[in-house]
């Protein structure tokens, strides 16, 4: 019988959600509301894929961007609902929870990695 491996003990500050979304609190936000699922958020942020390579960024462009919740990957609509404005949280997303491992062409595969600075939101 095979023996299990032990699960590798999250790094300190990481925490993890029940969806496997890890994620780590980098600036606290104002204390506040959170969006909620149909929230439209104004945000910088910086993708990297699962080589470490960025793929998309606000940051490079010197644009905020702004996403309707119900629009975007699900990683993202579950860790944005997790922050108040001003809040900059690194997340680790599943490939379940961002675009699979055989996404279409031209989006990243596997887990990525995002930094995301909400500046604002509205329902």
């Not at 894929?49 to 961007?65: E, M, T, V």
Request: proline fraction near 10%; hydrophobic fraction near 30%.
């Amino acid at each position: 019988m095979k023996e299990a491996k032990p699960a590798i003990p999250l790094p300190p500050g990481v925490q993890k959600t029940f969806t496997g979304l890890k994620h780590k609190l980098l600036r606290p936000g104002k204390i506040g509301p959170t969006p909620n699922s149909l929230s439209t958020v104004t945000v910088h942020y910086e993708g990297k894929s699962k080589d470490g390579k960025i793929f998309d960024s606000s940051y490079k462009r010197a644009k905020p961007a702004e996403f309707p919740l119900d629009q975007v990957i699900q990683g993202w609509t579950e860790g944005l609902q997790l922050m108040t404005k001003g809040e900059k949280r690194r997340f680790w997303i599943p490939a379940n929870l961002a675009y699979g491992e055989n996404p279409r062409a031209g989006q990243p595969s596997g887990e990525l990695t995002f930094e995301i600075e909400l500046l604002d939101f509205h329902q």
